[in-house]
């Protein structure tokens, strides 16, 4: 209403000189009333204030002096005070009466015959011709109203003076609203002109030339306001030219925002983690990134329909609502999600609050720990198998740090060094459980594996408090942290006591038996060697009896004596065999390199006629070179070439393979693996083979498989084997089956000092 | 017979006119002085009735030592005080024994306008005061019983403070015209 009352009718424009001007001509013009009015009747109010009290003290004082003079009708005493107030030059009457209105006294110039005119008076009143003020003051004795006293004060003098004040505040007035008008105006006049000016240079500045400045011309506030017009104006002209610059910051601050929200947005499709924005009312998906697809098998869409819930399985959903609202994005939560498949993942959480699209909303970083847990798990696990083996294992087990302090000990190692709680050795060295001295040499080889870097072994005898031995073997391996750095030791220790007690008694008894049997050995060289003298003889003269007397001994006597011919030959073979299986240990001959291969030729030519005989075929491989007693090796190779030979299948002719198995042979039938250190010469035939379950028996002293009609031989052919293979530190094994010949492998050992 | 004589004798000397019996002054003679000489101010008959003097009379008896002691010490107080005058009056003091003078005689002799009667034993007050009166002589006595036997203007002592007596009839009857102011202030006894 008022914007259409001013678009019909405008208001015009008015100066400031012309309002300054009215304002303050008024405002002079009601001061100078106020003056003309104002100090007169202030003055006079106060002059009838001050009379009142003048009035009313002369008349306290005349009834107070009277009243002595009334009670004593004392004239004289009435006329001495009414002469004590006439002193008063203001006094225009008084008249005293007693308590019968009876006129005792009185002064009343010009009013003489007028005797009742006190009487027409009121206290405290102003006579009707304004000329006096009157009072009435009762005069008392003891209490006692005993007369009054009519007084008046004269207004003359004071009424003249109201007048006089009156005339002068209207000059006064009428000076300050003409002073008031002629300064209103200049004053207006100086203030305007400035802003005059100042409203010309605006307009300037309005059409846009900014170089204008307005002309400082007082030194008042209106000057000061120039002064600041134009710092404003400079600042305003600094203003738009650092506008322009910000604009152009500006500018390029949005494009590297863009490019840092296409970034961002790059990294919440990108990060591994998946992340979903729900609503913090609704719990509606809002947004998520490519992630969640792939781990939850929902499209974007699809997850968008979703709610927080619609992920967790039945049982989570009411764990999930009481503190879906309640997360702490500090400390991650861990549920159990379904995939779109039903598909159960263990995944942790992280949600904070943020507002997305103008509403609030959830942020929830989720992480699929599946796999971590089950790793978690498996450590666990393991730590726990850890645990126990370190909490059952007989063998004290310590770790120390570089300094020598225990880092973590088992129960066995708490027992040992005597204490309850394995936790007490902590942080504590072997100082303070072993003497200084044993102390010392522990650390001292702690120190030279730490240095070293290499495990130490070693067995150590202790002399306990009781004064009996304690045998502990300890093993000592450098600890290294995950860089490979040596940060400590760990060291297993086992009281090895009893075993040491058991070697020294198997050592004694080893010595004994082996005693014994060098005697057994002995005796059967011996035996055998003075068992060939008799058979010998008994040969001998078989033959002579042959040869002189065979004509008179009949068939018979033939048969007899040749059966005993064929006995005390194969006597002889036993004696010569069981000879040889003596001689093996008993002639203990210095091993020297033998070449294996020029052997195994030198054998095979022995067997040449053989060979030709039954139509072998023998394949000789590279053998080693081994340190070895050399008849004793070609004794062996006889003894396995002679049986391969001897057992072959009937019709079939015999293959021989001799090779070093150590190499690794994929024709090779032997399936065993290698043992180190060892060289495996094997020895292959085709022949009849033999029951695998007779494996070991064929080793065995004068041990056969077949009868002496079938094949010949006496049984010690292979036991003479064996002895050589171990009296050089070896073994000997075979593997076969009937009918399918048979392997025999020779582990020799492989002395780096001796092969070649 | 001569118990009951005696009774008679005896009754008959307490019945014999003498009412002046020794009383004793309240206020020290000192103060009284200048407080007579105040309330002689307040008497606006004063010049009229003296003149140009004032012959101011102390009434004692020489055989009553309380008597004499009085009329001494007003005597030593009259010399020694510096005012010897009221309204330009001048003041002298003489002393009347009146077992030795005639009270009559002496005033007639020695114009007297003021008596102050000190301390009396076996007196006639009362025909003393007539006396007085008569010749229009003021009374003044530092005995307040007096005031009420007639004497004008006496001393008195209310608390611990002098008071003003005054037996208005003996005043007016010696034709003074005291002022209300001073009896305002002082006790009136009709």
């Not at chain 2, 003393?128 to 004008?152: F, M, Q, W």
């Amino acid at each position: 209403m008022k914007f259409q009352f001013e678009y019909i009718f405008p208001r015009p424009f008015t100066r400031i000189k012309t309002k300054f001007t009215l304002v303050v001509t008024v405002l002079i013009f009601i001061i100078s009333i106020f003056v003309y009015f104002f100090f007169p009747t202030w003055e006079k109010k106060q002059a009838m204030m001050a009379i009142s009290e003048k009035a009313q003290s002369i008349a306290q004082m005349a009834a107070y002096s009277i009243s002595p003079a009334i009670v004593f009708a004392d004239s004289e005493g009435i006329s001495q005070v009414i002469t004590s107030a006439r002193q008063n030059k203001d006094l225009a009457y008084l008249f005293v009466v007693n308590e019968n209105d009876h006129l005792l006294g009185q002064f009343a110039p010009g009013k003489t015959g007028k005797k009742s005119f006190y009487k027409m008076q009121k206290n405290h009143s102003i006579s009707k011709d304004n000329a006096t003020y009157n009072v009435i003051a009762p005069v008392l004795s003891q209490g006692k109203v005993i007369g009054r006293l009519y007084l008046g004060i004269s207004l003359r003098e004071l009424n003249s003076r109201v007048s006089r004040s009156r005339k002068i505040s209207g000059l006064v007035g009428l000076v300050i609203f003409l002073f008031g008008f002629i300064a209103a105006f200049s004053t207006s006049k100086v203030i305007t002109r400035p802003l005059d000016m100042m409203v010309e240079t605006v307009k300037q500045i309005t059409l846009g030339d900014l170089s204008q400045r307005a002309p400082i011309i007082s030194h008042d506030e209106v000057g000061r306001l120039a002064e600041s017009f134009n710092l404003m104006i400079e600042s305003l002209e600094q203003r738009t030219a650092e506008l322009k610059l910000v604009n152009e910051q500006l500018y390029k601050e949005n494009l590297i925002r863009k490019q840092s929200e296409h970034k961002y947005f790059s990294l919440f499709n990108q990060i591994p983690d998946a992340i979903a924005i729900f609503d913090k009312k609704t719990k509606q998906f809002l947004d998520c990134n490519s992630k969640i697809t792939k781990i939850y098998g929902y499209s974007k869409a699809e997850f968008k329909k979703l709610t927080p819930f619609d992920l967790h399985p039945a049982e989570e959903k009411s764990k999930v609502k009481r503190l879906i609202d309640t997360r702490n994005p500090e400390k991650p939560n861990r549920y159990t999600h379904l995939s779109k498949d039903g598909r159960r993942m263990d995944v942790e959480i992280v949600s904070d609050e943020i507002e997305f699209q103008g509403r609030p909303a959830w942020l929830s970083i989720i992480r699929d720990i599946t796999e971590r847990l089950q790793a978690e798990k498996k450590l666990a696990k393991e730590q726990h198998l850890l645990q126990s083996f370190m909490e059952n294992i007989p063998d004290a087990i310590y770790f120390k740090d570089m300094e020598g302090h225990f880092l973590r000990i088992n129960r066995a190692q708490a027992k040992r060094l005597g204490l309850d709680d394995p936790k007490d050795a902590t942080g504590k060295t072997d100082f303070d459980f072993f003497t200084e001295e044993n102390a010392r040499q522990v650390r001292k080889q702690e120190l030279r594996v730490m240095r070293s870097g290499k495990i130490s072994v070693h067995e150590q005898v202790k002399i306990l408090a009781d004064g009996n031995e304690s045998w502990v073997s300890g093993t000592k391996v450098p600890l290294p942290d995950e860089n490979g750095k040596i940060i400590g030791i760990f060291g297993i220790t086992r009281d090895i006591t009893e075993r040491k007690r058991t070697e020294e008694s198997l050592k004694i008894f080893t010595e004994k038996l082996m005693a014994r049997n060098k005697e057994l050995q002995e005796f059967a060289f011996i035996a055998s060697h003075d068992l060939q003298e008799p058979l010998r003889k008994v040969r001998a003269f078989g033959d002579r009896l042959w040869a002189k007397y065979s004509d008179e001994l009949g068939e018979q006597g033939h048969d007899y004596l040749l059966r005993m011919q064929n006995a005390a030959a194969r006597m002889q073979t036993l004696i010569d065999d069981l000879l040889a299986y003596s001689c093996i240990t008993i002639k203990d001959r210095p091993l020297v390199k033998t070449d294996l291969s020029r052997i195994v030729r030198e054998v095979l030519k022995d067997f040449q006629i053989q060979i030709e005989n039954v139509g072998a075929a023998v394949q000789l491989e590279k053998l080693p070179v081994i340190s070895a007693d050399p008849l004793q090796m070609r004794q062996l190779f006889q003894n396995l070439i002679s049986n391969a030979l001897k057992y072959h299948r009937q019709g079939v002719a015999p293959i021989i393979r001799i090779y070093n198995g150590t190499t690794g042979d994929k024709n090779s039938s032997d399936q065993e693996p290698l043992a180190n250190g060892f060289h495996h010469i094997r020895v292959e035939d085709n022949g009849i083979g033999f029951e695998q379950k007779h494996a070991d028996r064929i080793f065995a002293v004068f041990q056969r498989l077949h009868t002496r009609d079938s094949y010949q031989g006496t049984g010690m052919g292979l036991t003479i084997c064996r002895k050589i293979v171990e009296h050089h530190g070896g073994s000997i094994t075979a593997k076969s089956r009937p009918g399918e010949g048979a392997t025999f492998t020779i582990k020799l050992p492989r002395k780096p000092e001796n092969d070649i | 017979m001569a118990i009951w004589k005696f009774c008679l004798v005896s009754i008959l000397f307490l019945l014999w006119p003498v009412d002046a019996f020794a009383q004793n002054i309240a206020v020290p003679v000192k103060i009284q002085y200048p407080l007579f000489l105040k309330i002689l101010t307040f008497d606006r008959n004063l010049k009229s009735r003296v003149g140009n003097d004032i012959v101011l009379a102390v009434i004692y008896q020489s055989k009553f030592p309380g008597s004499r002691i009085v009329k001494e010490e007003f005597e030593k107080t009259f010399n020694e005080s510096p005012i010897k005058e009221i309204d330009n009056i001048s003041i002298s003091l003489i002393t009347i024994d009146i077992e030795k003078e005639n009270l009559r005689q002496a005033i007639s002799a020695k114009k007297i306008d003021i008596v102050y009667i000190a301390p009396l034993r076996a007196v006639n007050l009362k025909r003393l005061i007539d006396e007085c009166h008569t010749r229009n002589i003021l009374t003044l006595s530092g005995v307040p019983a007096y005031i009420k036997t007639g004497v004008a203007v006496g001393i008195g002592l209310k608390g611990n403070k002098p008071q003003i007596l005054v037996n208005l009839p003996a005043v007016n009857a010696v034709n003074v015209n005291f002022s209300s102011q001073l009896l305002k202030l002082a006790k009136i006894i009709k």
